[in-house]
T-cell receptor, first 116, second 116 residues
Framework: AQTVTQSQPEMSVQEAETVTLSCTYDTSESDYYLFWYKQPPSRQMILVIRQEAYKQQNATENRFSVNFQKAAKSFSLKISDSQLGDAAMYFCAYLVEEGGSEKLVFGKGTKLTVNP | DTGVSQDPRHKITKRGQNVTFRCDPI?????LYWYRQTLGQGPEFLTY????????KSRLLSDRFSAERPKGSFSTLEIQRTEQGDSAMYLC??????????????FGQGTRLTVV
């Protein structure tokens, strides 16, 4: 079964600095999708960035980028020029597609604090 | 379109009572998911609908849980004979079925259930 591991329960960063959140996963598939979702306090989860495994180029979305290491099954998120609004829980997720169904498997999350 | 809507936002119920939650997905999204999130954990998959068909149910979904999506529009999640262990945030998400967008799930703000 696919699993997702986030080894950092909490991280903190100074405003305007860069922070990297770690994620590893386990799968026997060769093609799959990985995601980082952000969940601000008392607000809905929103997609931050998506990576397709067959694409070797790391995905980027403005200040957010990933370091996708397929062989190592690692998918870290880098946030550059951190802003106070980046403070949230961040979840790494793997999309499981099988038997006509699909679902996201999430890690336990990393709580990011941004210090002014 | 205002996104995925869930009702109620909060529910406090006595143990043994039945509760029902509603989710209105983004219009024309044919895929709908329910997840459960407990404190300090990532969301866990409960069930998946494609249009009105329930294609997968997690083992987490005991016989006390039932979900429906009549006519492929809104969905309801009912919990019968609630137990304290059912206390959690229940998240609904939807996604379209076109191109890359099919892999992005849009989440609602959730229904927080407290069983006392």
């Amino acid at each position: 079964a696919q699993t997702v591991t986030q080894s950092q329960p909490e991280m903190s960063v100074q405003e305007a600095e860069t922070v990297t959140l770690s994620c590893t996963y386990d799968t026997s598939e060769s093609d799959y999708y990985l995601f980082w979702y952000k969940q601000p306090p008392s607000r809905q989860m929103i997609l931050v960035i998506r990576q397709e495994a067959y694409k070797q180029q790391n995905a980027t979305e403005n200040r957010f980028s990933v370091n996708f290491q397929k062989a190592a099954k690692s998918f870290s998120l880098k946030i550059s020029d951190s802003q106070l609004g980046d403070a949230a829980m961040y979840f790494c997720a793997y999309l499981v597609e099988e038997g006509g169904s699909e679902k996201l498997v999430f890690g336990k999350g990393t709580k990011l604090t941004v210090n002014p | 379109d205002t996104g995925v809507s869930q009702d109620p936002r909060h529910k406090i119920t006595k143990r043994g009572q039945n509760v029902t939650f509603r989710c209105d997905p983004i219009s024309e999204h044919n895929r709908l998911y329910w997840y459960r999130q407990t404190l300090g954990q990532g969301p866990e998959f409960l069930t998946y609908f494609q249009n009105e068909a329930q294609l997968e149910k997690s083992r987490l979904l005991s016989d006390r849980f039932s979900a429906e999506r009549p006519k492929g529009s809104f969905s309801t999640l009912e919990i019968q004979r609630t137990e304290q262990g059912d206390s959690a945030m229940y998240l609904c998400a939807s996604s379209p079925n076109t191109g890359h967008s099919k892999t992005e799930a849009f989440f609602g703000q959730g229904t927080r259930l407290t069983v006392v």
